[in-house]
């Protein structure tokens, strides 16, 4: 939890037990006062027991006071700036380090099938999620796995061309890792993706190619993963 964030929490706290942060309460409209009240919208606390509030003040960079709106307005001074809200909500500044919702949301919704190691722990589960897509898809449609990961799946290694021409002779198959920097693909993919041995590497990307030149199966990073799936 970010120090910002557990101020935030430790304020939402001390106004559920009708505290004042800080030593601003009853100050009324001594002194400068707040630097910036919230008010006009639900103020979302994620504090149990006390989920919203109707006004928050703010002071120095810190949330001074929570609580309802006449309280909160006590602190108003001369130079306060009093924002309205307007029916919006005010939310603890959450942080999520590293996502890619809009990816997920595309490689995760069927006809995707997730095989992430969330889902699927061993390698042998992978390769029963890819025997069953293989026998429930018509010839020629294609087949979509989204999340391996050979670090955190029990035996699995990386994929090759040849092997998935073996798995899904009939049917173009991508899979994609669970890191989402590498994807593999049979014969069938690369050609619905007109991607050859001869195609060049995307900027900042690789097509993967053995001692003979031949596609490996193997992909990396963004551009030849899009060119491959799309």
Do not use: W
């Not at 306060?80 to 999520?96: H, I, K, Q, Y």
């Not at 990961?149 to 198959?173: C, H, I, K, M, Y």
């Amino acid at each position: 939890m970010t120090t910002s964030r557990r101020r935030f929490m430790v304020g939402m706290a001390a106004a559920a037990a009708g505290t004042a942060v800080g030593g601003l309460a009853g100050c009324g409209s001594r002194g400068p006062g707040a630097d910036t009240i919230f008010i006009g919208g639900p103020v979302v606390t994620a504090v149990p027991g006390f989920p919203e509030a109707e006004a928050l003040a703010v002071t120095g960079g810190r949330i001074t006071q929570v609580g309802s709106r006449d309280d909160v307005l006590r602190l108003r001074g001369s130079e306060t700036t009093v924002v309205d809200l307007r029916g919006r909500a005010l939310l603890p500044a959450f942080v999520e380090p590293h996502g890619h919702p809009f990816e997920m949301g595309t490689t995760l919704a069927p006809p995707a099938i997730d095989v992430r190691p969330f889902t699927v722990s061993t390698a042998g589960g992978v390769f029963q999620k890819l025997t069953e897509a293989v026998a429930d898809t018509p010839k020629g449609q294609p087949i979509l796995l989204n999340g391996v990961d050979p670090l955190l799946q029990t035996g699995l290694q990386s994929f090759t061309r040849t092997e998935l021409d073996r798995l899904a002779p009939q049917n173009p198959v991508v899979i994609i890792t669970n890191s989402g920097h590498a994807g593999y693909g049979n014969t069938a993919a690369f050609a619905a993706a007109g991607i050859t041995k001869t195609t060049p590497n995307p900027p900042g990307a690789q097509y993967l190619r053995g001692p003979d030149g031949q596609l490996t199966g193997e992909v990396r990073e963004a551009a030849a993963l899009m060119a491959l799936t799309a």
